[in-house]
């Protein structure tokens, strides 16, 4: 994943959701996310951000064709 702003990240997403063990922990550092499509998450699997930096930010952003 690459949170330039710019780079469709969405087979990115597909992958790494898909192929995640339940109860693991992903970290992303600050930057925008974007994504050409939805994304799933599943029941069994966990999403939360954590960012040390208060003064930075992690989004995920959809790019409307």
Do not use: C, M
Not at 7 to 30: E, I, K, R
């Amino acid at each position: 994943l690459i949170g330039d702003d710019s780079t469709d990240n969405a087979s990115a997403w597909a992958t790494l959701f898909a192929g995640l063990p339940v109860g693991s922990n992903v970290f992303f550092p600050a930057g925008t996310y974007r994504t050409s499509s939805e994304f799933t998450i599943n029941a069994d699997k966990h999403f939360a951000t954590h960012q040390r930096d208060p003064t930075k930010a992690i989004k995920i952003t959809q790019t409307l064709a």
